[in-house]
């Protein structure tokens, strides 16, 4: 027996929605914090710029100037480093939210699919239920002409029907059978195309 032999469905395997679920309130929580990261970010190119401004009207000295510069471009470059981190995740997030999704959208199309096609079986189902009472009748009317041209054809050898009366019911009766006859092909025809979509 293989190891993989009796275990369960794959533990990593998430329902798409699931997956969007989870990574929502991740992404609500990066996103607000990205937002900050960038305000913080243009405060301090601010900062800088007054640093800059300070020195250039004789209010710091150039020394400070440098001191409090390189503080302020250190927290900076901190900053940056986690910005960059919450865009990679961010990204990675947005990915996976992605995928998700277009899983999602393949599995509604598949549904979608799936009750079109019980709707074509169920629709053909009540059209051969009722094609076939049709066929029934069919089939039972041609037995009664064929009855009918029995009976006539009696009458006929036994003289109780004129020639000219026997032709004229009988061509009758010849036309109603090739129509009938038509009719029931096509019924056939249609209760066999019906049955393959039942069968599919």
């Given at each position: 027996m293989s190891h993989w032999e009796g275990t369960e469905?794959?533990?990593?395997?998430?329902?798409?929605?699931?997956?969007l679920s989870q990574y929502?309130?991740?992404w609500v929580a990066l996103r607000k914090s990205y937002e900050e990261l960038k305000k913080q970010l243009n405060e301090i190119q601010q900062e800088l710029a007054e640093l800059d401004?300070?020195?250039h009207d004789g209010e710091i000295s150039e020394q400070e100037h440098m001191r409090l510069y390189k503080?302020?471009?250190?927290?900076?470059?901190?900053?940056?480093?986690?910005?960059?981190?919450?865009e990679s995740r961010l990204y990675e997030i947005q990915?996976?939210?992605?995928?998700a999704n277009q899983v999602l959208k393949e599995q509604e199309a598949e549904r979608e699919r799936r009750e079109r096609i019980e709707q074509?079986?169920?629709?053909?189902?009540?059209?051969?239920?009722?094609?076939?009472?049709?066929f029934d009748l069919v089939i039972n009317r041609r037995k009664e002409i064929n009855r009918e041209m029995d009976l006539l054809e009696i009458l006929?050898?036994?003289g109780k029907i004129s020639n000219e009366e026997y032709r004229r019911r009988h061509l009758e009766q010849i036309k109603r059978l090739a129509?009938?006859?038509?009719?029931?092909?096509?019924?056939?025809r249609r209760l066999g195309e019906l049955l393959e979509i039942i069968r599919s």
């Open positions: 469905a794959d533990p990593y395997d998430l329902d798409p929605k699931e997956v929502s309130v991740e401004r300070k020195l503080e302020t471009w250190l927290k900076s470059t901190q900053m940056v480093q986690v910005k960059r981190e919450v990915r996976k939210i992605r995928a074509e079986k169920t629709n053909a189902m009540v059209e051969w239920m009722s094609l076939k009472q049709g006929r050898r036994e129509e009938l006859r038509t009719l029931e092909t096509d019924i056939r």
